[in-house]
């Protein structure tokens, strides 16, 4: 059974640009969840989404935001890039009958120049 | 708001000593979820295990073992025979029934095993 893919592994941008972030979730997993980790902040959730539609917010700016298709795959897009953005990017996929476990992705690294 | 804290940031052991690492937990919700999760150099988080509030069953899993105390509000995690291969940073997590996705992290405990 394929994990969680998330896509590209590494990215470098400047700032103001924007950037979007995939993620493939594990085969029957209706649920992906997004999350932000940085040296200074730690592991932080920024939004999950279930049947295509947003089901919970992190606290984030709105240049952060996402979507899902009906494949269950997702994306979430940065607009106008901040240094401050440079972090790790989680994904996660779960199962929403039940609280269960997330199953996570390796990331995407994202570097703001 | 819900709250994870690890007061250890760093641990580091000598291979084959057991370590125990700390989680302390903060919700006012009376049904809610806990996770242990490693993260290895790779980045990907690791699921370990999940505990229900009203579960209250200590567990052990080959080398590892989970003490859940709802009196003292911790969720602690034990390796016990500890190999390098454990080397990660470790994270406690707990989520609500209300945002049963939104995952509140610790802050995380880095473990260096050293052979």
């Known amino acids: 059974k394929a994990g969680v893919t998330q896509t590209p592994r590494y990215l470098i941008k400047t700032r103001g640009q924007q950037v979007t972030l995939s993620c493939s979730p594990i085969s029957g997993h209706r649920s992906v969840s997004w999350y932000q980790q940085t040296p200074g902040q730690g592991l932080q959730f920024l939004f999950e989404?279930?049947?295509?539609?947003?089901?919970n917010k992190g606290n984030f700016p709105g240049r952060f935001s996402g979507r899902q298709f009906s494949n269950s795959r997702s994306e979430m897009n940065v607009s106008t890039l901040e240094l401050g953005d440079s972090a790790l990017y989680l994904c996660a996929s779960s199962l929403r009958t039940a609280i269960t476990e997330a199953f996570f992705g390796q990331g995407t690294r994202l570097t703001v120049v | 708001a819900q709250k994870v804290t690890q007061a250890q940031t760093e641990i580091s052991v000598v291979e084959k000593e057991d370590v125990t690492l700390d989680c302390v937990y903060e919700?006012?919700?009376?049904?809610?979820?806990l996770f242990w999760y490693k993260q290895p150099p790779s980045g990907e988080l690791v699921f370990l295990i999940r505990r229900n509030s009203f579960d209250e069953q200590n567990e052990i899993s080959g080398r590892y073992s989970w003490n859940f105390q709802k009196s003292t509000s911790s969720f602690n995690f034990t390796i016990t025979a500890s190999q390098v291969v454990d080397s990660a940073v470790y994270f406690c997590a707990l989520t609500i029934r209300s945002s049963a996705r939104q995952l509140t992290f610790g802050s995380g405990t880095q473990l260096t095993v050293l052979p």
């Open positions: 919700t006012r919700d009376t049904t809610y979820y």
């Open positions: 989404y279930f049947s295509e539609t947003q089901r």
